[in-house]
């Protein structure tokens, strides 16, 4: 059985959760993380975790390799040497990087190691950075020298394409959802219009929660009893939290924080519409296809959501949800309204979305698919 390192600079965030369900789904793959910071270790038990640091040079050295032969950091602050005798000892036929940035970083690497290496992107990692001078170049360097990159969505295939990823090399990489966990659930139209909108994300800009709690402003004013959930964290929960407030939302807004996969599944089995109305932001960070989403509509909630990134390709819009334009508040109200007064339609598109995610996204038949990637992958570097 080949051996594959999966390497997340982080293992593992809290909004992480779709790489934890790839590492530990694999099934024809032996696996080992291999990351610089261990995080969260009860919410992501996994036994196999090296934490790769550096290995300490002289001063002359690390001069020597600094100013006189030019080599980058990652050679001469001793990481280089580091991860390569970790991926020795640990007989690595195959490196799995998460995140073009983290390619990135890892390039003079990839570059060297006789094995090959494949990169995922996932939604953010394909935007430029300013303040890095020469990223953008490296991050085009990385796209032409991987066997093969992957993607969570055709809009970061064309991404990855218009930064000079050679389209053979494209492998669609889609999340996989344990859609055991979230079972669908036949929902009934509440009584005296108490609607339960949720949304569960990081709270940050390109997610669009000013746009829902504006359009939610306008819904509640014609059902005075419904009710918008927030779960997750991120440093726009006080700015949300103050707008709620600006709006006369702060007895109808609840904001949960970060919660369990139960305590998720929970909730929108409780809900009526996920709401995730996405845009993109002024330094182009923008989704892939938003794991939550996904995990709601497993359990029947129909989407209200936003034309960008990869949701189109999730969100079959009149069938499975609404979509609007990015930024547009009368248009997410308005959806929102549609759904609401179609309760046949709202039933409807609640099926559809769960039937949807099953034919599309179920996380064994996904895992597989990662694997032939792999199995691709190693298959080419033999060619050579």
């Avoid at 073009?100 to 953010?124: A, D, E, N, Q, Y």
């Avoid at 360097?141 to 055709?154: C, D, F, I, K, W």
């Avoid at 930064?163 to 659930?185: A, D, Q, S, V, W």
């Amino acid at each position: 059985m080949s051996t594959v390192a999966s390497y997340c600079t982080t293992f593992l965030k809290p909004e992480m959760m779709h790489i934890y369900r790839q590492v530990t789904g694999l099934k024809d793959f032996q696996t080992f993380a291999v990351c610089r910071e261990r995080m969260n270790s009860c919410k992501f038990p996994f036994p196999e975790v090296e934490i790769v640091g550096s290995v300490k040079s002289n001063f002359i050295r690390r001069f020597w390799l600094k100013y006189i032969k030019n080599e980058p950091p990652i050679v001469y602050r001793g990481e280089y040497a580091a991860l390569q005798g970790l991926l020795d000892r640990r007989q690595a036929d195959l490196m799995h990087v998460y995140f073009g940035h983290t390619g990135v970083h890892l390039l003079p690497f990839i570059k060297r190691w006789p094995k090959p290496t494949v990169v995922s992107f996932h939604g953010m990692d394909i935007q430029p950075r300013e303040g890095q001078s020469g990223y953008l170049e490296s991050l085009r360097e990385l796209l032409r020298t991987v066997p093969l990159a992957m993607g969570r969505s055709n809009s970061l295939k064309e991404g990855m394409i218009a930064l000079g990823l050679p389209e053979e090399r494209f492998r669609m990489n889609r999340t996989g959802i344990p859609l055991e966990n979230f079972p669908f659930h036949d929902r009934e139209v509440p009584r005296g219009g108490k609607w339960h909108i949720v949304q569960a994300c990081r709270l940050i800009e390109k997610k669009g929660i000013d746009i829902a709690l504006k359009a939610f402003a306008g819904f509640v004013s014609h059902y005075p009893d419904a009710k918008y959930t927030i779960a997750g964290e991120g440093p726009l929960l006080e700015p949300m939290k103050a707008l709620a407030d600006q709006l006369g939302l702060a007895g109808a807004v609840n904001f949960t924080g970060f919660l369990s996969e139960a305590e998720l599944r929970d909730l929108y089995l409780r809900s009526h519409i996920f709401l995730h109305p996405s845009q993109m932001t002024a330094d182009f960070n923008q989704e892939g296809i938003p794991n939550s989403m996904l995990e709601a509509m497993s359990t029947g909630l129909p989407v209200v959501a936003t034309l960008h990134g990869g949701i189109p390709e999730a969100v079959d819009h009149g069938t499975t949800g609404l979509l609007t334009d990015e930024r547009d508040v009368a248009g997410v109200q308005d959806a929102i309204m549609s759904l609401v007064s179609s309760p046949d339609v709202w039933l409807t598109m609640g099926r559809c979305a769960s039937m949807a995610m099953h034919e599309n996204f179920e996380r064994s038949m996904q895992v597989a698919k990662l694997e032939d990637v792999y199995r691709e992958a190693i298959e080419l570097s033999h060619a050579k």
